[in-house]
């Protein structure tokens, strides 16, 4: 998926901007939001959570190579030389946030 600047909606209902259709992903699960240098997950009030490098959150920075943890779909933020943000998810709080000219504004599944 390539994360949009702005506020980018996942989860399972198909009004998503990026819909992820399992059954451990809430209908409105999280929001992701691409702000200038800053890239921020929050939970809308999913019934499985969302999780960043294994770690429950309400809202976190998400930086390069973290995995995101949506129910049980897993997803990494991965670097790239574009504009972009690549989101295939390791999640971890961590001091490093993302600069979308580090990423590819792109979100894939994690092999896991």
Do not use: W, Y
Not at 1 to 8: A, S, V
Not at 10 to 15: C, E, Y
């Amino acid at each position: 998926m390539e994360l949009r600047p702005g506020l980018n909606r996942i989860g399972r209902n198909p009004t998503n901007d990026f819909r992820v259709p399992e059954a451990s992903v809430s209908s409105f699960h999280c929001e992701i939001s691409l702000e200038e240098k800053i890239i921020t997950v929050r939970d809308v009030g999913s019934t499985n959570g969302t999780f960043v490098s294994g770690t429950r959150i309400r809202e976190s920075l998400l930086a390069t190579g973290q995995i995101l943890k949506l129910g049980t779909a897993e997803f990494r933020l991965e670097e790239s030389n574009a504009d972009v943000a690549k989101l295939p998810l390791e999640t971890a709080p961590t001091d490093d946030a993302v600069t979308r000219n580090e990423l590819t504004k792109l979100i894939t599944r994690s092999d896991h």
